[in-house]
Structure formats: structure tokens, C-alpha cells
T-cell receptor, first 114, second 109 residues
Framework: NAGVTQTPKFRVLKTGQSMTLLCAQD?????MYWYRQDPGMGLRLIHY???????AKGEVPDGYNVSRLKKQNFLLGLESAAPSQTSVYFC?????????????FGQGTRLTVV | DQQVKQNSPSLSVQEGRISILNCDYT??????FLWYKKYPAEGPTFLIS?????DKNEDGRFTVFLNKSAKHLSLHIVPSQPGDSAVYFC????????FGTGTRLQVFP
């Protein structure tokens, strides 16, 4: 039972390059999220999705795009990477929001932009 | 503007003693809160939650208290163990999951 899987686990990009981070979940969850973790900033929500074909902006969406073409996958794209996007990225999924629900997280992607 | 705040970036506690981690929130409409634990190089894992209809929820060594009038919640770990050393995040579950900045707990022998 894989849960939430993130690909890749590590990546180094040059400024201006593009890349896509893949998140896959096998729990049939409706909700999926992308967070970034930076020292002293906690986990900040980038984008999220409440179901297949939907996306919404979180706290820090600038410089990122997302797509949810299939229920089990949530892709995070960086069109033109900047050093400020150096961070650890976490994907999460949950069955639904509200009472008695928890989100399950992937192991993270450490991205360095030089 | 931070809607969920953890004002103590770190806490050091002796093994066997109580650890108390605090969290404040700004929106009185938040009605469900969770605590997550994170070890280095791993994703956060769910620890315990509380609904706004309760003021306390207990699970083994972990107890979460909610004071709605003060918009404050706290996580108590009793007794603390070295394996509890991690970063703890509180989160509010609304139309999305909003996290605080985290508190690094170190439990020393």
C-alpha cells in the first residue's frame, strides 16, 4: 500500500529551467494539496484540488501551475524556476475536508534552484 | 497574514516530563484542528485532532486541549520520550488545510 508517492525525491535546476513534480495517491482521495516547507515558515499551501479536473490557489501560488487530469495524480509545474523556489515540496491527499479527516503526506521533493 | 501561529520555534524537555506545545489561530470560524509530527527527511504524519465541539481529546500519551474563546490549542505529551523529538505542526482544517510554522521539540535523557 503505497499511499502518497512523490517523484522525483531530489532535483537541482538552473534558473529559468522548467520541471514538473508528480504526486500520485492510491487511496481514492478527492482532495490533493501541494505545500512547500521553508525554514521558519512552516508548511505553506501552494495549490490544491477538491476533485478531478479542479484546482485552486493556496497561500503562495505565484510561479507555479498545477493540473489534476486524473483523480489519483496531482502535478506541480514550475515554468521558469527561480532561486526563491528552492524548497522542500510536499504533496498530500485527503478523503474530504472538515470533521474527522486527516491528510496523508508524501515523503517530499527537495528542489534546489541555482 | 498567518492564520495559524506557533510562537515557540523550539522546546527542550527532559525525558519523562511533560511537553506542552502551543498554537493560536485567528479565525473563530475554524472548527477542526489537527496536530502533525515530522521527522527529518520524512513527510508529516497525523498525530491527533480535535473538533470545536470538544475542549479535549486524548490518545495515549497525547492530549490536545482547545480553548475557543482564546482561539488557542495546545498539545500535551506525557511522559515525553526521546522518540518524540521532531517538529510538530498544528493545522486548521477549513476549506483547505492551513498549517502553523511548527515547533521543534527535543527530548533529552
Amino acid at each position: 500500500n503505497a499511499g502518497v508517492t512523490q517523484t522525483p525525491k531530489f532535483r537541482v535546476l538552473k534558473t529559468g529551467q522548467s520541471m514538473t513534480l508528480l504526486c500520485a495517491q492510491d487511496m481514492n482521495h478527492e482532495y490533493m494539496y501541494w505545500y512547500r516547507q521553508d525554514p521558519g515558515m512552516g508548511l505553506r499551501l501552494i495549490h490544491y484540488s477538491v476533485g478531478e479536473g479542479t484546482t485552486a490557489k493556496g497561500e503562495v501560488p505565484d510561479g507555479y501551475n498545477v493540473s489534476r487530469l486524473k483523480k489519483q495524480n496531482f502535478l506541480l509545474g514550475l515554468e521558469s524556476a527561480a532561486p526563491s523556489q528552492t524548497s522542500v515540496y510536499f504533496c498530500a491527499s485527503s478523503y474530504l475536508l472538515g470533521q474527522n479527516t486527516e491528510a496523508f503526506f508524501g515523503q517530499g521533493t527537495r528542489l534546489t534552484v541555482v | 497574514d498567518q492564520q495559524v501561529k506557533q510562537n515557540s520555534p523550539s522546546l527542550s524537555v527532559q525525558e519523562g516530563r511533560i511537553s506542552i506545545l502551543n498554537c493560536d489561530y485567528t479565525n473563530s470560524m475554524f472548527d477542526y484542528f489537527l496536530w502533525y509530527k515530522k521527522y527529518p527527511a520524512e513527510g508529516p504524519t497525523f498525530l491527533i485532532s480535535i473538533s470545536s465541539i470538544k475542549d479535549k481529546n486524548e490518545d495515549g500519551r497525547f492530549t490536545v486541549f482547545l480553548n475557543k474563546s482564546a482561539k488557542h490549542l495546545s498539545l500535551h505529551i506525557v511522559p515525553s520520550q526521546p522518540g518524540d523529538s521532531a517538529v510538530y505542526f498544528c493545522a486548521a482544517n477549513t476549506d483547505k488545510l492551513i498549517f502553523g510554522t511548527g515547533t521543534r521539540l527535543q527530548v533529552f535523557p
